[in-house]
């Protein structure tokens, strides 16, 4: 399934769990389409931003400062991601079934926590 698809049954999944639709969203260059642009603005999502811009489509945002704040949001996203996978291997998972998957992931983003706090903690101590 192409990632475009997934954009509008996300946003469904959003409204249906928590009954409200975000002010402001950023997606994947990989979800850009006209289609998925339009679709996000009539559920009332005021700020639209994609990765990479597809032909005609356009970032739909208020500000400039407010599309780059987006942009570096879901740049640092990425980056913990990556992280997270590479860190604790999470790029294969042997483990069977949706359960263990489910476990897998959320072991590795509690370890990936602590150890961002405890580097946040030692890059506060003085050494003599």
Do not use: C
């Not at 469904?12 to 994947?28: C, G, L, R, T, V």
């Not at 990765?51 to 005609?56: Q, T």
């Amino acid at each position: 399934m192409n990632d475009s698809n997934l954009l509008q049954p996300a946003i469904e999944k959003i409204e249906w769990n928590y009954n409200k639709i975000p002010e402001s969203a950023s997606y994947d260059g990989g979800y850009a389409s006209i289609e998925n642009s339009n679709y996000a603005v009539g559920k009332g999502i005021k700020n639209v931003v994609f990765g990479k811009i597809k032909g005609s489509l356009k970032n739909i945002a208020s500000s400039l400062n407010m599309e780059t704040q987006l942009k570096k949001w879901r740049s640092g996203v990425e980056a913990v991601i990556s992280n997270v996978k590479r860190g604790f291997n999470l790029s294969r998972i042997n483990w069977s079934g949706l359960r263990h998957f489910k476990a897998k992931v959320l072991w590795s983003v509690i370890a990936y926590n602590i150890r961002v706090m405890i580097g946040h903690f030692l890059a506060g101590i003085k050494l003599a």
